[in-house]
């Protein structure tokens, strides 16, 4: 079992930026065979992705986040991270890591953390 956890989340005035990092752990695991993605969850919505990348480091980006995120990993660290620049209050969520075989927007993946919570203010 690959177990995820988020850190990096919280309150931001927007235009400002944020780091996010994904640590993964598990007993004869490592993240480098895996695909993994960042969702974000806004209150009273369905979680959505906004980033993905291959185990080889090729990112993803949904156009809402293209040019402002930047997801990057660190296979030695079992770690991937999500920078994220030019916050909007539109970014406002819980956002999740996870992992799984296809880097995808879609909530296709096997693993998951719990999340951290991102508020941007206007």
């Known amino acids: 079992q690959l177990q995820l956890v988020e850190s990096g989340g919280g309150l931001v005035q927007s235009g400002g930026s944020l780091r996010l990092s994904c640590a993964a752990s598990?007993?004869?695991?490592?993240?480098?065979?895996?695909?993994v993605g960042w969702f974000r969850q806004a209150p009273g919505k369905e979680r959505v992705g906004v980033s993905a990348i291959t185990p080889g480091g090729s990112p993803n980006y949904v156009d809402s986040v293209n040019g402002r995120f930047f997801i990057s990993r660190d296979n030695t660290k079992n770690m991937v991270y999500l920078q994220m620049n030019s916050l909007k209050p539109e970014d406002t969520g819980v956002y999740y890591c996870a992992a799984g075989p296809i880097a995808t927007m879609r909530p296709a993946y096997d693993y998951w953390g719990r999340g951290t919570q991102v508020t941007v203010s206007s």
């Open positions: 598990g007993t004869g695991l490592t993240l480098d065979h895996y695909a």
